[in-house]
């Protein structure tokens, strides 16, 4: 079975970079630059894990998107991963207050995110 992600970021440039490290795991993924994205996206598809930015250029903060995620996983059959990217030390640590478990400081090497997603790739 083919995992997918969802990854939630304005910077065009960061999204390629981490759709091509990702897709090289063998994980599909979609693309969203703000919450009109995100949520026309959830309307017909749900992923295994969805990587969230801390500031979005629209003034949406990641924590919110990470709510919408978390309201609509009742909906759905699997879980989705929550995993917060963020600039900065001070992100990570309202991603942990926020229940999210995983994030990571950007960049993110390809062995770090092999680490992050391996535990629930087969």
């Not at 304005?10 to 630059?33: P, W």
């Not at 009742?74 to 989705?80: A, D, K, M, N, T």
């Not at 926020?98 to 790739?121: C, D, N």
């Amino acid at each position: 079975m083919s995992k997918s992600a969802i990854l939630i970021d304005d910077n065009a440039l960061f999204l390629k970079l981490l759709s091509s490290q990702l897709a090289s795991l063998g994980v599909e993924v979609t693309q969203a630059r703000d919450k009109k994205e995100l949520l026309a996206h959830l309307e017909t598809n749900w992923y295994d894990w969805a990587f969230i930015d801390a500031h979005l250029e629209d003034g949406e903060c990641g924590l919110q998107l990470a709510n919408v995620l978390v309201e609509q996983q009742l909906q759905h059959e699997r879980p989705c991963t929550l995993v917060g990217m963020s600039g900065d030390e001070i992100c990570a640590s309202r991603y942990a207050n926020a229940g999210i478990s995983r994030h990571f400081i950007k960049p993110i090497t390809l062995a770090q995110l092999r680490t992050l997603v391996s535990p629930t790739t087969d």
